[in-house]
């Protein structure tokens, strides 16, 4: 079974991000960037099933311009097999364009299973595996903390609001990563050099789907309002007070 796996580049999780002054977008230049966290656990599940034998092969894709490569020799050096880069000059399209990208690479590579990220730290949109999952007519399974091939078929713990809920779905099928799906291992020196001599495939976005016109506008970015400082209280009579007066403002 071949595994897709499908990562995106975005500012490092550690970093603190700015607002532009023009409120445009986000500052990005000259900021750390990484591998999206909840992709890099999907990379880590495939390379187990991989290892497990429930997979030949791992293939790593990702969309963006030139500089998306050092994510993709991220993945490969976690244990992917090869990866295809889909160039596109705008590292910010919209989920349904991703998507569509996406899809024509799964027709192309027919994979067993798509695996990927629940969302992307940088927009939080948390909707391409589902629409990726109706473009190619396979079931899909979002927030996963647990992964077990059993024969052709998935079966999947997804995290709910209300708990834990376990689904099963014929392959081939899409899922997307929780936080607790797997732990990523460290990628160690030896391994990015080895990365290097892996094969990384370069695709033009225009020729695998036509994506039309933007109908998503960023209108206004700002900062967050900053916390108010904590306030020390003398007794719970007072502090019953404020969380009834609180709750009113609520």
């Known amino acids: 079974m071949r595994i897709l796996v499908a990562v995106k580049r975005v500012v490092d999780y550690n970093v603190k991000v700015h607002v532009l002054p023009d409120h445009s977008d986000v500052d990005t230049a000259n900021v750390k960037m990484s591998m999206n966290p909840f992709d890099e656990i999907a990379v880590e599940e495939a390379v187990r099933l991989k290892e497990s034998g429930k997979a030949n092969e791992v293939v790593a894709v990702s969309i963006g311009p030139d500089k998306t490569v ?8 976690m244990g992917a097999d090869r990866a295809i880069h889909i160039k596109h000059d705008d590292p910010k399209l919209e989920p349904l364009s991703v998507a569509k990208l996406l899809a024509a690479v799964v027709k192309r590579e027919e994979p067993g299973l798509v695996l990927m ?134």
């Open 70 to 77: 050092d994510t993709l020799r991220v993945a490969l050096a």
């Open 117 to 250: 990220g629940k969302q992307a730290i940088d927009n939080d949109a948390g909707q391409v595996p589902q629409m990726l999952s109706a473009l190619v007519d396979m079931p899909v399974a979002i927030n996963v903390s647990a992964l077990e091939v059993e024969g052709g078929d998935v079966v999947c713990t997804r995290e709910t609001d209300t708990g834990l809920m376990k689904v099963k779905a014929a392959l081939p099928a899409v899922v997307s990563a929780d936080l607790r799906l797997a732990e990523p291992r460290y990628v160690t020196l030896p391994n990015m050099m080895k990365a290097r001599k892996k094969p990384v495939e370069a695709l033009e976005a225009a020729n695998l789907a036509e994506l039309g016109e933007k109908s998503l506008s960023i209108v206004e970015v700002v900062e967050p309002p900053a916390r108010s400082g904590g306030v020390k209280l003398s007794s719970v009579d007072e502090l019953i007070d404020v969380l009834k007066n609180t709750a009113k403002v609520l």
